[in-house]
């Protein structure tokens, strides 16, 4: 069970869309769930939830997560730092050997409203 996120008032939250190039969703799943989730807490990342879409055409492509970052500013030095990692470095590297997983990502930062109620 993941720690719970008490948000604060600069925490933001950072919802990804991952589509996957054809055919290799599972190895991008397989990636995130043996590395990237720790590497993410590594740098400052609270994992919040992860979710695969039910229905196609987006069944077969997509990975949908959200992270949780102090601030804003401290989003920007978390991404630098996991992606300077030579960690995830050599995991992307192998993980890729057959072709790039991520044909597109989509990144929107979030912040709580005040009726919202944080879990």
Known sequence: MQPKVE??????????????NEGKLDDLLKRFREHTTKLFE?????????WTPLDEPAKSNTLIYVLAHPSREAATANWKAFQDDPEWKSVRDKSEENGKLVEKVDSTFMVLTDFSPAK
């Not at 933001?12 to 589509?19: D, G």
């Not at 590594?42 to 992860?50: I, L, Q, R, T």
């Open 42 to 50: 590594k740098h400052g990342m609270k994992n919040v939830a992860y």
């Open 7 to 20: 948000p604060t008032s600069t925490t933001v939250y950072e919802l990804r869309v991952y589509h996957a």
